[in-house]
Every structure is written in C-alpha cells, then in structure tokens.
C-alpha cells in the first residue's frame, strides 16, 4: 500500500473522532497518518542530472506492516517526534525529556520554582490507550 485512498484515510481521521491517537488533541487540516509500528524505509542516493547527490526514500524494510489496520491518526509533532520509534522507545524518550529539562534548562527549573509548572512523574499514556481502558472499564 504506497497510499491511501481519500475512503482509507477518513477511515484511519475517524479512528479516534478526529483527534490524535497519541496527545488526543484535535487533528489539524493537514495531519499525518502514522504507521504504529514504523515500516522504515531504506534512504538511498541518487545523482541528479547536474551531479549532485540526493537523498531518496527506498523500499520498505517492513513492507508486511504498510497496511490499514497499522496506520493511526496523528498530529505533526507527534509523528515527526515518533518518527521510526517504537511506541516503548517513543514512550521512554518522552519521559527522559524532563530529567533533560531539569539538567539543562534554567529557565524550567526557574518555573518550576515560581510552581508555574508541576511535574507530575505521571506514566505516558497515549490517547489511544487512555481510550482503551474507558472501553474496557464500561464492558
């Protein structure tokens, strides 16, 4: 599947009412449809007709995961901080963000000081799983 069809994609839009499977906020006009497990594709070199040497996207390294039930709704700062993450990876490099914050940022810890900002050490919990778990706790 190299792309989806206009039906796919307000199908994978719909997945979770318009929002982000993963912050849960509204999706914009132009959001991306994100493969959950990333299918990363090989980044090849090709000489342009004046020499240069350019980047171009290659074959799938996963082409097995480039179908619809693994494509997920997504905003563009989540899809491109995700990028070919896991979701644990992607889970745990969130979180490392604020030990990142506290170490080198002044300007967070001066904030933090004001109680302008309140760490909570609350677990990453994706929309889709917050979602999830209302499901399952209504059955």
């Not at 994100?34 to 990363?40: C, F, G, K, T």
């Amino acid at each position: 599947m190299s792309r989806l069809t206009k039906a796919q994609r307000e199908q994978v839009r719909q997945m979770f009412g318009g929002r982000c499977a993963y912050c849960g906020e509204p999706l914009p006009d132009r959001w991306h449809a994100d493969h959950r497990e990333a299918v990363v594709r090989a980044l090849l070199t090709k000489q342009s007709e004046d020499g240069r040497y350019k980047l171009v996207s290659g074959p799938s390294l996963y082409p097995e995961r480039d179908v619809l039930e693994n494509f997920m709704p997504s905003c563009p700062p989540c899809n491109i901080s995700k990028h070919s993450m896991s979701l644990e990876v992607w889970r745990k490099w969130l979180a490392g963000h604020v030990n990142s914050l506290n170490a080198y940022h002044p300007i967070y810890r001066l904030a933090k000081k004001y109680g302008l900002i309140q760490e909570t050490c609350a677990q990453v919990t994706f929309y889709f799983e917050r979602v999830a778990q209302v499901v399952e706790s209504a059955v």
